[in-house]
Structures are given as C-alpha cells and as structure tokens.
C-alpha cells in the first residue's frame, strides 16, 4: 500500500521564502507537495482563511496522487502560530521533518503587514495599524506573533528532536538560492542533483481594490466559499484574493517606526539568532 501521509512540514515563518521553497521542492522527482500549499490542517482555530482543510478526509485528498516518492510535503505557516502544533504534528505523523526559515524579526514585520493588508486583514497604513494593534482592536498582534516564534520553534525541537527540525536563515536563501536548496535536499536524504529554475514566487502585491479584499473577509463570503469549496473539488486549491491583486514596490520602513520596533524586539532578534546558530 501507498503511504500518502504526509512526512515534511514546512512550518514557516511567513514571508520568508516558503512559497518558492514549495515550488522548488515540487519539482523534485522524490518529493511530493500537496495540491494547496497551505491546507492549515492543524490550525483548527483559525478561521480568517476562505481556504481551509480541516476536515481529514479532504486534508488527505490532498496526497492522493503520491506514488513512490520517499517526501510528501505541505507548507502552512499558520503552523508556527500556536505551541499545540507541534504535538498535533507528531501524533499525526512522528517521524515528520520540519522546516523553518527566520529573518530578521523588524523585517518580518514589515513585509507580514502588507500580506495581511493585500489580504483585507488589516488597515494599508502601517504606522495606523501598528497603534490599533496595541489597542487590542485588530484580529492580529505582530509583535506578541513574532515574540512567540521562539518558544514554538523551541517545542518542535523538544517534540521532533534536532535532528528532524531544520532552520534555515532568509538572507542566506535570498543570496545564494542554490546552496541553501542543496541544504535542504540534503536534511531531507534525497537526490541533490536535482536543481530547479529558481523563479520568485509570492512576491509584493496590494490589492487593486482595498474594499473588494475587504469584504472577502466577510463571514457570508467565507461560508459561501466552504460550500463551493465542497461542491467542486478543486476549487479550495485557488486563491480567491489573487485575481485583486497588482505588484507594487515596497516603500522603506520610517525610521521613527524602524528604532521603536528594534528596541521592542531586540530580545527576539537575540533569541532568532540563536536558533540559527544551532544549524
């Protein structure tokens, strides 16, 4: 019998690189990726995707079509949200890989904000977003998010060992694509012959309209969406805010906002890298 449950988790964090990761690896003869890149199976408590595969059954559709390869793979970044996961993860499938790429945490902010912004999660003004964060009245908090990562990172060690967690630096991924995919290929004991086309992937956009995105978020969208989802198989592997979406160049962060957040963060940037360190 074909074992289609899925062995290679990449975890995140986000805007790091994990779409072209993906891509990258699904190209390779050995691996298999599932259909959507982030099902969000085990993220049972989240609920701001239109996309989501909480349902086992529909989760394991997603592997149907594994034949003989030796990785079988899905990325969801949700998955280094909440330190249940990596449990969760476990039960599932113990002798799991995982993978997770860091960068620098004032970065990672930035660049998360205008994800969630093409995606009608949050207000366009980053400054704006940033003081109704600390109010407590948007459905995300960057920094308790990003603070967080280390402690989750720290319990996918303790549960699945070093030895299967493998932490990759961002910079290094963004200077030299190839010698950090043989890295990879190489924690994951398959073929480092294999090299793809080194495309980008996930790349800065913003909505064309910041309305429409908007209401994509709404609650009789999203049930529409399940439905649909059901009814057509296949439809749950599509973006829905993709066709919004327009490229645009990131402006640099203000640097009022740059210092305040390096001091808020300076204690994470320590502990990311640390992690690294442990490569």
Known sequence: MVNRKPNLFIVGTRKTGTTSLYHYLKDHPEVFMSAAKEPHFFSKNLNYHIHLYHNEKEYMSLFKEVTTEKIIGEASTSYLDNENIPSLI???????????????????????????????????????????????????NYIDLIKNIPSVINRYIEVFGNEQVYIMNYENFKKDNQTEFIKILRFLEVSEKFIPE??????????????????????????????????????????????????????????????????????????????????
Request: charge should be neutral; charged fraction near 30%.
């Open 90 to 140: 476990s039960n599932f499938q113990p002798d799991s890989k995982i993978i997770i790429i860091l960068r620098d945490p004032v970065e990672l902010i930035y660049s998360m904000h205008f994800e969630f912004a093409f995606r009608g999660r949050v207000v366009k003004d980053f400054k704006e977003e940033l003081e109704i964060q600390k109010n407590g009245d948007s459905i995300i």
């Open 198 to 279: 080194f495309k980008k992937y996930n790349t800065s956009s913003k909505p064309k309209s910041f309305l429409i995105a908007r209401l994509l978020n709404l609650e009789i969208i999203r049930l529409i969406g399940e439905t649909v989802h059901r009814l057509i198989p296949g439809t749950n592997n599509y973006d829905p805010f993709s066709w919004n979406s327009q490229p645009f160049e990131r402006t640099e962060m203000p640097d009022d906002l740059r210092s305040l957040l390096e001091e808020e963060l300076k204690d994470t940037r320590i502990k990311f890298q640390s992690l690294l360190q442990k490569d």
